[in-house]
């Protein structure tokens, strides 16, 4: 008979394999885990909001989704723009003067799901669109709040408040986040919500194991049931599809995240039982919790998708809310109008994002992602002195979505670390980090015919993060490494992040459009191919 220490330390992990500071230690920085996250989310979050209204103008993509955003909540969906403004390519500038008469009669067909838009036009509507501190004050709080919520993730996968702590310091300093989180796109709620998911899904495991060493660790393992108890109602991975169908509510890229984290949750599952020497731990594993895994991840997330869509179901003016009844039929005449022009709707909008092919020259190929290869230009103008503060010959006043190259491109190393250690060690930390990264990641080489760009990787920052302090955590050992080994562990943590906040430093007037010297801006541009 297995001994009920045992399957807890198979189930939850031995102490002193974790990263956790020696008794000696404990009670001095314990309150790390908590005060540590905490401080970041608001050094990252004073960094955000300062003068995050600045430029006074529509930036890149912000055209689309501000705008949207404020037609949500005047009409619950969106609308096209006034058609004599649009032939005049006057609707930005109606719009940024506090005229909120930019609109037509007509909804508007838009190939994204409402969610995101929802979030703008909630920053927006306290402050009015004169205000353009409210066009991107959700995705500054977005922002913010993910600091804190990555902070606490990493302590709890990493069994760590220093590692929890770093978490959060990188974040804070992540350019390309940084950038996202003071711009009004819908790509950081992608983030936001995914990373939400898999902070729930990371709390279920534990309960989940908890609720299993209790019911199984005691007793032979002839006593228990060949396929192993019930493990509960499981609240958190309810919490979790309905956080993965906000992600999807907001891009489609986001179902991307629900489909590997389901996979991820039955893998820690089969995992727990076997671990805990449950007979029939993978039979058990798919009858027991995979259809109930997947009615409360991919039942909830498509309800919460579809309850996105409310504004655009309980009225008549959206793109295609009509359509049942312009088309009917009697073999679906069952089912209700709306859920049939909805349907409609998403068939159009598939087959317009196939046919984003036209040509733009920030488009990239997935594969330079990673290491930064071709950043995506926001905002640009070249001020002549005397204007804007200029007092040179020449000036510049970007935004440019360029990564913390020291978090992208010891991320991208990190992976070939991951890889081993999941493969050959069996960490499960290292898959779960690897998933998530690669949820955000991977699905994009399927759409290599489309138009895409570098701006979308923001989904899968976080993971990247995590892929750093993970091999950070490597460097420093477990609770029962050398002094010796622990000190330099140490040294090269703080060496990181200093080095992180310190190129983060650097590149920051291109980050927030300070007007600088052209010869400055052209310092921060390292390759031919971020220009």
């Known amino acids: 008979m297995n001994s009920a220490r045992q399957v807890r330390v198979r189930l939850l992990g031995d102490p002193a394999d974790d990263h956790r500071p020696t008794r000696r230690t404990a009670g001095r920085i314990a309150w790390l885990g908590w005060a540590g996250p905490l401080f970041f989310m608001l050094v990252g979050g004073f960094m955000r909001f300062w003068h995050v209204g600045a430029p006074h103008q529509l930036i890149f993509d912000e055209t689309y989704y501000v705008k949207q955003g404020w037609s949500m909540v005047l009409y619950w969906f969106e609308m096209k723009n006034d058609q004599v403004l649009q032939d005049a390519k006057q609707v930005d500038q109606h719009f940024t003067a506090n005229d909120p008469m930019i609109y037509g009669t007509e909804g508007d067909f838009v190939v994204h799901p409402p969610v995101g838009k929802w979030l703008i036009g909630w920053g927006e509507a306290p402050f009015g669109i004169l205000n353009s501190f409210g066009w991107r004050f959700a995705v500054a709080l977005a922002g913010t709040i993910s600091i804190f919520m990555l902070g606490r993730i990493a302590r709890r996968l990493f069994r760590s408040d220093l590692l929890g702590t770093a978490a959060a310091a990188l974040l804070a300093f992540e350019g390309h986040h940084f950038v996202h989180s003071r711009t009004g796109l819908l790509d950081i709620f992608v983030m936001f919500f995914g990373l939400a998911g898999f902070g729930a899904l990371l709390i279920d495991r534990d309960r989940a194991r908890e609720v299993l060493a209790r019911r199984v660790g005691d007793r032979p393992r002839a006593a228990v049931a060949w396929l192993g108890p019930w493990l509960g109602w499981r609240p958190w991975r309810w919490v979790a599809g309905v956080m993965l169908g906000l992600s999807a509510g907001t891009k489609w890229s986001g179902l991307y995240f629900l489909v590997f984290f389901g996979l991820l949750t039955v893998l820690w599952d089969l995992g727990a039982r076997r671990a805990a020497g449950v007979r029939g731990w993978a039979v058990g ?162 759409l290599g015919n489309r138009t895409i760009y570098s701006f979308y990787e923001v989904a899968l920052v976080p993971w990247v993060v995590l892929a750093c302090v993970y091999v950070l955590g490597l460097i420093i050992g477990g609770r029962d490494a050398s002094p010796t080994r622990r000190r330099v562990g140490y040294a090269v943590l703080g060496a990181f992040v200093l080095l992180s906040m310190g190129l983060f430093a650097f590149f920051h007037p291109v980050y927030v459009a300070d007007v600088i010297p052209l010869q400055e801006w052209q310092r921060r541009m390292w390759f031919p191919s971020w220009v």
Request: glycine letters at 10%; one cysteine or more.
């Open 285 to 446: 594993g798919v009858v027991k919790d995979g259809p109930y895994a997947f009615v409360q991840l991919v039942g909830t997330a498509l309800v919460t998708y579809v309850a996105s869509w409310t504004g655009w179901i309980l009225t008549q003016g959206g793109s295609f809310r009509t359509w049942a009844r312009n088309n009917p039929e009697t073999t679906h005449a069952w089912l209700p109008d709306w859920w049939r022009s909805l349907w409609a709707y998403h068939q159009q909008m598939y087959a317009s994002t196939q046919a984003i092919t036209s040509s733009h020259p920030y488009q990239t190929n997935p594969w330079s992602w990673l290491i930064q290869g071709r950043p995506t230009s926001f905002f640009y103008e070249g001020p002549k002195k005397g204007a804007d503060g200029c007092l040179v010959d020449q000036c510049s006043r970007a935004i440019t979505s360029i990564g913390t190259l020291s978090i992208w491109w010891g991320g991208t190393l990190a992976i070939f670390v991951l890889l081993f250690m999941w493969a050959l060690r069996r960490d499960w930390r290292a898959g779960a980090i690897l998933c998530g990264l690669f949820a955000g990641y991977l699905p994009w080489f399927l």
